[in-house]
């Protein structure tokens, strides 16, 4: 786990070394332990380290192996890369570190750009040919690892953060209008390659972008799970379902293990992190480390659920560790999680992680966490619903996933921005419809989970976890993404993933290792009393944000909008339960914050 960044020159100048250096220096909560910079005709790579396996400067980067002629910078883990090491040993190839860096570079040597078919993991790397100048970015199959582009017409910059873009100078920090779209109608989650700036892109999840020598780009997608039944499971039975699932995951945990430094968990006391606490457990975890946050309770709204994280604790007996967090670090703490974002996330959950992660890095480097079982496992309330008849259809189906997930419809999002930020039509319902109408997802659940699993899971959960562990400068992994098991729960038949109000079959399989309360409570979340409903201080604070004055230069919403919800500051919320003040405010938060500012033209 690391932050990488870089440049390719388009024009045949030489690489912008102080803007290198630049991007490398805000990604340095990425990777507190070390930093790196390599230049080489027209591409230039920039690296901060954060040690987690081979923790001698053998294993530092940008790695260069010079017999091979190839250079890598890149951001995540390779949790097979002892099995490809041997491998390519016996194909006569020989190293010089304990890394996982070194074995990406042999094996893009020895199978080309699909070496990534080989890879078992989290990636968001930069391979640079020496001799002829090529450099392929490439991501991991669910978007783990972020890596994002910004590019004119004489060069092209990456990095594992939009803000480290920003930090390089030289970005069209203009509001992209279809990405305004997604954000305040698609519930937040833009999708790739948009993000909320015109001037920088990301690169989607299982894809491969190659810069050639001449200037050409070529992206290719390497992975796309198949949401259909497979004839070879056709007679299998619920318990077959139970035991391979079982089965997947519990290799998915132990895989998570491979470190040079200790693995703890993030427990939450619901059902998906106790069962990996579970499965740790029964690899032969002892002395494991577990971490549950919780908050002071706000107008009887519980802030923590101690009550189920230390059941679990107990049970298998961990060294558990309760954070407790006052209301007085709140406010504070919004700032730095608001840095801490790549992309404006409204999810109340970022600064219980913000939080979280700041006290768990003091324990330990590297956590596995439960993010994900929801949206591989049906775990939403939407999705029994896609299931009914008038869901059959694509239209049917895009109408009950709109219902439920969207936060509000063209006209209304007209009443709401200005009109230099109006995107016509209906983008976000057309890129639904469009994911829903491809081939390889017959059903509406499929439709819809597939949907939620390439590209909500990744632009939500996951990128929250991603930037929030990152910025204290924690690996974060997320089991339930391991890409073997979501290929399995993608085959499923819905009804078993459905039942049980959802994860029945998930559920089922943790009866075999945690306790029944754990798994027959009510479906949990992060708690954060002080940001379900503003008042005081948070109130001031969003006022303060809408009425400042680089957000009345920017003149992204109509005045009278945001004069009804200020009137009303918790009156109106989305379909599900988002505070529509929130939503507008956390955007001009995260512009400011990042010192993006500007009108539209």
Same mark, same amino acid.
């Given at each position: 786990?690391?932050?990488?960044?870089?440049?390719?020159?388009?024009?045949?100048?030489?690489?912008?070394?102080?803007?290198?250096?630049?991007?490398?220096?805000?990604?340095?909560?990425?990777?507190?332990?070390?930093?790196?910079?390599?230049?080489?005709?027209?591409?230039?790579?920039?690296?901060?380290?954060?040690?987690?396996?081979?923790?001698?400067?053998?294993?530092?980067?940008?790695?260069?192996?010079?017999?091979?002629?190839?250079?890598?910078?890149?951001?995540?883990?390779? $949790?097979?890369?002892?099995?490809?090491?041997?491998?390519?040993?016996? #194909?006569?190839?020989?190293?010089?570190?304990?890394?996982?860096?070194?074995?990406?570079?042999?094996?893009?040597? #020895?199978?080309?750009?699909?070496?990534?078919?080989?890879?078992?993991?989290?990636?968001?790397?930069?391979?640079?040919?020496?001799?002829?100048?090529?450099?392929?970015?490439?991501?991991?199959?669910?978007?783990?690892?972020?890596?994002?582009?910004?590019?004119?017409?004489?060069?092209?910059?990456?990095?594992?953060?939009?803000?480290?873009?920003?930090?390089?100078?030289?970005?069209?920090?203009?509001?992209?209008?279809?990405?305004?779209?997604?954000?305040?109608?698609?519930?937040?989650?833009?999708?790739?390659?948009?993000?909320?700036?015109?001037?920088?892109? /990301?690169?989607?999840?299982?894809?491969?972008?190659?810069?050639?020598?001449?200037?050409?780009?070529?992206?290719?997608?390497?992975?796309?799970?198949?949401?259909?039944? #497979?004839?070879?499971?056709?007679?299998?039975?619920?318990?077959?379902?139970?035991?391979?699932?079982?089965?997947?995951?519990?290799?998915?945990?132990?895989?998570?293990?491979?470190?040079?430094?200790?693995?703890?968990?993030?427990?939450?006391?619901?059902?998906?992190?106790?069962?990996?606490?579970?499965?740790?457990?029964?690899?032969?975890?002892?002395?494991?480390?577990?971490?549950?946050?919780?908050?002071?309770?706000?107008?009887?709204?519980?802030?923590?659920?101690?009550?189920?994280?230390?059941?679990?604790?107990?049970?298998?007996?961990?060294?558990?560790?309760?954070?407790?967090?006052?209301?007085?670090?709140?406010?504070?703490?919004?700032?730095?999680?608001?840095?801490?974002?790549?992309?404006?996330?409204?999810?109340?959950?970022?600064?219980?992680? $913000?939080?979280?992660?700041?006290?768990?890095?003091?324990?330990?480097?590297?956590?596995?966490?439960?993010?994900?079982?929801?949206?591989?496992?049906?775990?939403?309330?939407?999705?029994?619903?896609?299931?009914?008849?008038?869901?059959?259809?694509?239209?049917?189906?895009?109408?009950? $996933?709109?219902?439920?997930?969207?936060?509000?419809?063209?006209?209304?999002?007209?009443?709401?921005?200005?009109?230099?930020?109006?995107?016509?039509?209906?983008?976000?319902?057309?890129?639904?419809?469009?994911?829903?109408?491809?081939?390889?997802?017959?059903?509406?659940?499929?439709?819809?989970?597939?949907?939620?699993?390439?590209?909500?899971?990744?632009?939500?959960?996951?990128?929250?976890?991603?930037?929030?562990?990152?910025?204290?400068?924690?690996?974060?992994?997320?089991?339930?993404?391991?890409?073997?098991?979501?290929?399995?729960?993608?085959?499923?038949?819905?009804?078993? /993933?459905?039942?049980?109000?959802? /994860?029945?079959?998930?559920?089922?399989?943790?009866?075999?290792?945690?306790?029944?309360?754990?798994?027959?409570?009510? /479906?949990? $979340?992060?708690?954060?009393?002080?940001?379900?409903?503003?008042?005081?201080?948070?109130?001031?604070?969003?006022?303060?944000?809408?009425?400042?004055?680089?957000?009345?230069?920017?003149?992204?919403?109509?005045?009278?909008?945001?004069?009804?919800?200020?009137?009303?500051?918790?009156?109106?919320?989305?379909?599900?339960?988002?505070?529509?003040?929130?939503?507008?405010?956390?955007?001009?938060?995260?512009?400011?914050? #990042?010192?993006?500012?500007?009108?539209?033209?």
């Amino acid at each position: 786990m690391c932050g990488a960044t870089g440049e390719v020159r388009l024009d045949g100048r030489t690489p912008d070394l102080a803007a290198v250096s630049a991007m490398a220096e805000t990604l340095s909560p990425r990777g507190p332990d070390g930093a790196g910079a390599w230049s080489q005709g027209r591409v230039a790579l920039g690296h901060r380290r954060l040690k987690i396996i081979d923790l001698s400067e053998a294993g530092a980067q940008p790695m260069v192996d010079s017999d091979l002629g190839l250079a890598i910078a890149w951001n995540g883990c390779i $949790y097979n890369y002892q099995q490809l090491r041997d491998e390519l040993r016996g #194909h006569g190839y020989s190293f010089f570190s304990t890394s996982d860096t070194e074995v990406l570079l042999k094996a893009y040597h #020895h199978w080309g750009d699909r070496f990534v078919d080989r890879l078992y993991g989290m990636f968001a790397f930069a391979i640079v040919e020496r001799d002829s100048g090529r450099v392929l970015l490439g991501r991991d199959r669910l978007g783990i690892k972020p890596l994002y582009i910004s590019e004119d017409a004489h060069r092209i910059r990456f990095a594992s953060s939009l803000p480290a873009l920003v930090a390089g100078g030289g970005v069209d920090t203009r509001i992209d209008p279809v990405a305004l779209h997604h954000y305040l109608s698609f519930h937040s989650v833009v999708p790739p390659p948009l993000t909320i700036l015109r001037g920088v892109k /990301k690169v989607p999840p299982a894809s491969l972008v190659a810069i050639e020598p001449d200037g050409r780009r070529t992206t290719t997608t390497y992975w796309t799970p198949d949401f259909t039944r #497979h004839a070879d499971r056709a007679d299998w039975s619920e318990q077959d379902w139970e035991d391979a699932v079982l089965t997947a995951l519990r290799r998915a945990v132990e895989r998570r293990l491979v470190s040079d430094v200790p693995v703890g968990c993030l427990l939450s006391g619901g059902v998906d992190s106790s069962l990996i606490v579970g499965l740790l457990a029964e690899a032969g975890q002892t002395g494991l480390q577990t971490f549950s946050i919780g908050f002071e309770s706000v107008n009887g709204v519980a802030g923590d659920e101690f009550k189920y994280s230390d059941i679990v604790a107990q049970r298998f007996g961990t060294d558990h560790h309760q954070i407790r967090i006052d209301t007085a670090r709140m406010l504070p703490a919004l700032d730095g999680a608001i840095g801490a974002m790549s992309e404006p996330m409204v999810s109340h959950d970022c600064v219980a992680f $913000y939080l979280l992660s700041q006290e768990v890095a003091k324990y330990v480097k590297v956590v596995q966490s439960g993010q994900g079982a929801d949206e591989v496992f049906a775990g939403y309330h939407w999705y029994p619903p896609m299931a009914e008849p008038g869901a059959a259809s694509v239209e049917g189906s895009v109408a009950s $996933y709109r219902a439920a997930f969207f936060d509000r419809d063209p006209a209304a999002l007209g009443g709401l921005v200005t009109p230099p930020y109006f995107a016509d039509g209906d983008p976000s319902g057309r890129f639904v419809t469009e994911h829903f109408a491809r081939e390889g997802a017959a059903t509406g659940v499929d439709r819809a989970l597939r949907l939620d699993t390439m590209v909500m899971l990744v632009d939500d959960p996951v990128k929250r976890v991603d930037n929030m562990t990152m910025a204290w400068g924690l690996e974060g992994r997320v089991p339930f993404l391991d890409h073997e098991l979501v290929e399995l729960a993608a085959t499923c038949p819905p009804e078993y /993933k459905t039942a049980q109000g959802g /994860k029945g079959v998930l559920k089922e399989a943790a009866r075999r290792v945690i306790p029944a309360e754990v798994i027959d409570r009510p /479906k949990g $979340y992060f708690p954060v009393p002080a940001l379900t409903h503003l008042e005081g201080p948070y109130l001031d604070m969003v006022r303060d944000a809408l009425s400042a004055p680089a957000a009345k230069e920017r003149d992204l919403f109509r005045p009278e909008a945001v004069d009804r919800l200020l009137a009303d500051p918790n009156g109106r919320l989305t379909p599900l339960r988002g505070n529509e003040l929130w939503q507008m405010a956390l955007l001009e938060l995260w512009l400011q914050r #990042h010192g993006i500012t500007g009108p539209a033209a």
